[in-house]
């Protein structure tokens, strides 16, 4: 008994235990405290840049980046779902305005400058401070611009076709005007890019001239021609191609159409394959993944998740298309997760 309870701590050693584990405690609050400073710092270092030019002899600019917000994935879906909205708003008002219904166009205008608002606050924003000094240090100039990559990519949302037949009609009548002549199969095999500063500019135009309705329609239009892009690439159309056979895929599926999806499956693989020999040898070994997963499933299409495993196919499949310049991206910061394990 006595040999058990000298292994039993006593006093001193319960005072001495407790003050081991107070230290351990410190240090490793100490040490998740340091993870969250060093995952924050990796995070503004990422979304924060300076760039700093001349020989300072007589003048010398920095310039200083700053991106605050990110957009995940969810929300470039949620964003692009928003704009198609819009540019239906634009649309109805446009037919009202064509009616010359103002009541039933000013609900549409105000509506679309609303939704342009939520889209806003979804994307990320970029602080650009431009400072110009002179060889004595002194600042002669500065300017600070606020911008977004507001350049929304409708093929990543649901588009109906409802939205994009007006503008593809308002387009082909600018061009008639001008003595132009726009293919049908080079505005259905491309990507659709809704410019939202072009848009809310020519809004906020209509909705000051609704007392002058053909004014203000004449800014409508200019919305639906100028403001809406259908941009072509080559490489990317087998890519249309796979999106829309993946819809149609999942709606089969959905529909309990099992034969009709695997067909519409087998069409996205032909198009994967042609995209394939379009791209890069780094490049291909994602694209060949794809089809592989496409290939498990066909077997599969009468399981529960099926069309969850489609649309996740039709995700990749958009991540893959070009990019253009101002156009709004995935932006996700690691930071948070790296302190969020640091702490676990």
Not at 185 to 195: F, G, P, R, Y
């Amino acid at each position: 008994m006595n040999a058990f309870r000298d292994f039993l701590p006593n006093k001193d050693d319960k005072a001495t235990i407790a003050v081991v584990a107070l230290l351990t405690l410190v240090l490793f609050a100490g040490t998740a405290v340091l993870a969250v400073t060093r995952a924050n710092e990796v995070g503004g270092q990422r979304d924060q840049s300076t760039i700093t030019t001349g020989s300072g002899e007589r003048y010398q600019t920095t310039v200083e980046r700053h991106t605050e917000g990110s957009l995940s994935a969810q929300d470039l879906h949620q964003v692009s779902l928003l704009t198609s909205r819009i540019v239906n708003h634009v649309n109805e008002a446009t037919k009202g305005l064509l009616d010359q219904d103002v009541d039933s166009a000013r609900p549409e205008i105000e509506s679309a400058r609303k939704l342009i608002g939520v889209v806003r606050d979804l994307l990320p924003v970029t602080t650009v401070t431009t400072v110009v000094k002179d060889a004595g240090g002194k600042e002669v100039y500065r300017d600070v611009d606020e911008v977004q990559d507001d350049k929304i990519a409708l093929h990543s949302g649901m588009i109906a076709m409802e939205v994009v037949e007006p503008i593809i009609d308002a387009k082909e009548q600018s061009a008639a005007l001008k003595g132009l002549r726009l293919a049908d199969a080079e505005l259905i095999h491309t990507s659709v890019l809704a410019d939202l500063s072009y848009i809310e500019r020519k809004l906020n135009r209509a909705a000051a001239l609704l007392d002058s309705p053909d004014e203000a329609l004449a800014h409508l239009v200019l919305a639906q021609t100028q403001g809406v892009q259908f941009v072509v690439n080559e490489v990317d159309n087998p890519l249309v191609e796979v999106q829309h056979a993946l819809r149609l895929a999942e709606r089969m599926v959905e529909e309990g159409k099992h034969e009709a999806a695997q067909e519409n499956l087998r069409k996205a693989q032909i198009q994967l394959g042609m995209y394939r020999a379009l791209v890069g040898r780094e490049a291909a070994k994602a694209v060949r993944q794809l089809e592989d997963d496409i290939t498990a499933l066909v077997p599969r299409t009468n399981e529960q998740n099926a069309a969850g495993e489609i649309r996740e196919f039709w995700e990749r499949a958009v991540s893959w298309l070009r990019e253009a310049t101002g156009q709004a991206h995935v932006v996700e910061g690691d930071a948070g997760d790296q302190a969020e394990r640091a702490v676990k």
